[in-house]
């Protein structure tokens, strides 16, 4: 069986998937134990280097999420695109509230822009684990 057939299951749920949502939900525990380092030296400067690693490995495993997410064929892209969207919301309007506080505790530099990028990839990392967990279960478009 090819990745380009539509495999013969009876439903969603029988269909066999990439780990996209563990792959996602671990670039999302990297990050979260990289920002509570970060929060926990603010405003000290922290040590960037295991920060950086965490956060490198958050990109990488969000990357690999995503590049298989959009490898998938007969696949509920509507429903994903819905959930994603509205999920992305709420969590970019977290990042940005969590954001402020570490600009107000005066995290400068390149701590910032480490606290930064994992925060993007926690906002992206929560909405592509629940768009994909939905429409995985839904019928494909």
């Keep these: 069986m090819t990745v380009d057939t539509p495999a013969p299951y009876s439903n969603a749920v029988d269909r066999p998937f990439p780990p996209i949502a ?3 939900s671990a670039a999302l525990g990297l990050v979260i134990v990289g920002g509570i380092l970060m929060a926990s030296y603010a405003p000290r400067l922290a040590p960037l280097g295991i920060a950086e690693g ?3 490995g958050g990109l ?3 990357g690999a999420a995503t ?4 490898r998938l064929r007969d696949f509920a892209w509507r429903t994903f695109t819905t959930v994603f969207k509205w999920a992305l919301v709420a969590y970019v309007i977290t990042a940005g509230m969590i954001e402020f ?3 107000r505790d005066h995290t400068r530099g390149t701590s910032l822009v480490v606290v930064t990028l994992m925060l993007v990839v926690f906002a992206l990392s929560v909405p ?7 429409a995985r279960f839904a019928q494909p478009d």
């Design 128 to 134: 592509l684990t629940i768009g994909f967990t939905v």
């Design 22 to 24: 563990w792959l996602s």
């Design 54 to 56: 965490l956060l490198v």
């Design 101 to 103: 506080a570490f600009v």
């Design 67 to 70: 590049v298989l997410l959009y």
């Design 60 to 62: 990488v495993l969000l």
